[in-house]
């Protein structure tokens, strides 16, 4: 069966006359006899009943026309359906997330709100290219390439608000090298960059509780549990935490670079590019707000 055969049916079976159905389909009126005689031949079924002044539909034709309307619809259908499966795919921003942070899913949701038709979709793989925008950490300064911006993101040690540093403005590591370290799980990129930073200090850090996120870190540091590393960006220094003091670290340098690679060979999508403009501008005005915070 060909599809042009399946119209060629249905519209007869509308009309039930062949004239009419010919000079709607604008074909001439043989060649649509033809084709359904071909049809029934294929299908081992007459599908029509031939009546003075037309025909009609015989019980088989009328199982027929049941069936291929809806399939008929659906084809119909089809082309906006693929129109606007490529309209969301243009206006879907593909993010390579290897860097968790609340900077991040701040931007997305803020350009959600101006762009509510575009969409996001997350990935966390080391070896895939198929990415628009990728965010990854890095302890170790690098040279950005000519499609990357790196941000500096300082750590900060957080200590219980009732505990002996919290009048401190800021620390040398070195003076909590006996304290139990309330640690990110050694899954996460983040933990092996704060273990260098303690191994930088002099010392491997006394881990009493690793955790898979960071409020549960904040919850037992407030409640005086231990110490722990807070990364000004990714984990908000905004907010006012009760019960627990941020303290600015003197030495050794316990800095990282948050790196933004935008990746053109991926896709040419202009809301892309747009998105990556955005973070760039919104991750500015964060570095301001943290600046103004800190400086009261």
Request: charged residues 25%.
């Amino acid at each position: 069966m060909e599809l042009q055969q399946l119209q060629y049916f249905l519209v007869a079976a509308k009309y039930e006359h062949i004239t009419k159905a010919a000079n709607s389909l604008h074909i001439a009126q043989p060649a649509l006899s033809q084709s359904i005689k071909r049809l029934e031949a294929e299908l081992g079924v007459k599908l029509f009943e031939r009546k003075k002044g037309g025909i009609s539909l015989s019980d088989s034709g009328k199982v027929l026309v049941q069936e291929l309307q809806p399939i008929m619809k659906s084809l119909d259908d089809l082309p906006k359906k693929l129109m606007e499966t490529a309209r969301k795919q243009y206006q879907t921003i593909h993010l390579n997330v290897l860097a968790a942070s609340i900077l991040v899913t701040d931007c997305i949701i803020a350009y959600k709100a101006k762009h509510p038709e575009v969409n996001f979709q997350f990935v966390q793989s080391q070896s895939t290219t198929e990415y628009d925008l990728c965010i990854t950490a890095s302890a170790h300064k690098k040279n950005p390439t000519s499609n990357q911006v790196a941000i500096e993101e300082r750590f900060y040690l957080a200590v219980p608000a009732d505990s002996k540093y919290a009048s401190y403005k800021e620390i040398d590591l070195s003076e909590v090298s006996e304290e139990g370290f309330i640690v990110m799980t050694d899954t996460r990129p983040i933990r092996s960059i704060c273990d260098q930073f303690c191994l930088a200090a002099g010392f491997a850090p006394n881990i009493i509780f690793e955790s898979v996120n960071f409020e549960s870190v904040r919850s037992l540091i407030s409640a005086g549990m231990g110490v722990g590393f807070w990364p000004e960006y990714s984990w908000d220094t905004t907010r006012n935490y009760q019960n627990m003091t941020l303290l600015s670290i003197k030495s050794p340098d316990c800095t990282r670079d948050i790196i933004f690679t935008y990746n053109p060979q991926f896709s040419e999508s202009d809301v892309a590019k747009d998105f990556y403009d955005f973070l760039l501008d919104y991750t500015k005005q964060r570095k301001k707000q943290h600046e103004k915070v800190l400086a009261i």
